[in-house]
């Protein structure tokens, strides 16, 4: 049942993930649908025009009414069965010929899909030596001058602002390209709900200094709750989305992250009072580098960290849906497969 079940995991999240598979598989229906149009047509008429000549023909015979009653209903049926199955094969023939087709069609865009993720991945890496290097060197220079301007001094302290932005941006973009060639890895698995704690836990002394409140319920999971994915990216997707309801949350605010397991997912929502996304915005704010006009006057950032959060949840094969009211808050629900075999929990049906 386990083998099955990572079959069946890997092939939907290919399905889910492979936007140039859905399309070629919709081509490929509708090829099908307008064919069945076209031979429906073409054999009604067809079959009608035999079946016309097959009567005047059996009329010109002068024979009973009963023989010709007879011999009506056996060539009607004939025609039928022989047109049938000469529409399954021309149906056959449109579905292996249309697969084929919108794939040779779509060969091009996915050849240059790769080559754009390659060098979205190229392109972040080979940043972040020169952005190391520039930030190192300044921060040398910073410590090494002791006769240096206020002013000239500020100027640098920016300059390493600015780096460590470049830095996060280069970051988010090999995170995004990598996670794009991910599939769902059924040997690793690991505890969501150990990950989501120590995320917590890193992100307290943030929201204490925007004086934000942040409760994790329930606080005591003596269980384990594991998933199939390495720590690093359900830390990823946890600190990405609590980190962005921090920022988006004024002082006073409150952010809730809810935690619940209900095989064969667990579930989980980060709920906050901060500033809300429009419902124009909404659409939009999983896109790489897409920020609201609201956000960009509250809190700096790239506009990758949601990106980077539905690309890796995609890659584990489970679900992200945001709900938000400006001026009101806004609610990040995630779900996310467990591992049958590994997640052991008083009270809870495995089927």
Do not use: C
């Amino acid at each position: 049942m386990e083998h099955i079940y990572k079959q069946y995991a890997v092939l939907a999240i290919k399905w889910k993930r492979d936007v140039l598979l859905r399309a070629r598989v919709k081509l490929t229906l509708i090829y099908v649908g307008v064919s069945i149009l076209i031979l429906g047509v073409f054999s009604y008429l067809l079959y009608g025009a035999l079946l016309s000549g097959l009567s005047e023909s059996i009329n010109e015979d002068v024979l009973d009414l009963t023989t010709q009653s007879y011999l009506f209903e056996r060539a009607s049926a004939a025609f039928q069965s022989r047109i049938l199955k000469a529409d399954a094969i021309a149906l056959l023939f449109v579905l292996i010929s249309g697969h084929i087709l919108t794939g040779i069609t779509l060969r091009p865009i996915r050849i240059a899909q790769d080559r754009e993720r390659r060098f979205l991945a190229d392109a972040a890496h080979e940043l972040r030596t020169p952005l190391a290097v520039m930030k190192s060197g300044t921060e040398v220079i910073l410590r090494s001058e002791t006769n240096m301007s206020l002013r000239v001094k500020k100027a640098f302290i920016e300059n390493i602002n600015e780096i460590d932005s470049l830095t996060r941006i280069a970051n988010g973009l090999l995170s995004l390209a990598h996670e794009k060639e991910k599939l769902l890895d059924k040997t690793i698995v690991s505890d969501a709900s150990k990950v989501l704690r120590d995320v917590v836990e890193k992100l307290l002394p943030l929201a204490e200094v925007k004086h934000v409140s942040l409760t994790l319920v329930p606080l005591d999971m003596k269980h384990g709750v594991y998933v199939h994915a390495d720590t690093i990216s359900l830390a990823r997707i946890f600190e990405n989305t609590i980190e962005n309801a921090i920022k988006y949350t004024n002082a006073g605010g409150s952010i809730m992250v809810t935690f619940k397991h209900q095989y064969p997912s667990l579930h989980v929502s980060v709920e906050d009072t901060g500033i809300g996304i429009s419902e124009s915005d909404l659409t939009h704010v999983t896109e790489p580098f897409f920020r609201a006009d609201l956000s960009r006057t509250i809190s700096e950032g790239s506009g990758l960290g949601l990106s980077i959060v539905l690309e890796t949840i995609d890659s584990l094969g489970g679900s992200f849906h945001i709900e938000s009211t400006l001026g009101v808050g806004t609610t990040v629900r995630i779900s996310l497969p467990v591992s049958r075999a590994h997640t052991s929990l008083p009270g809870v049906n495995h089927g």
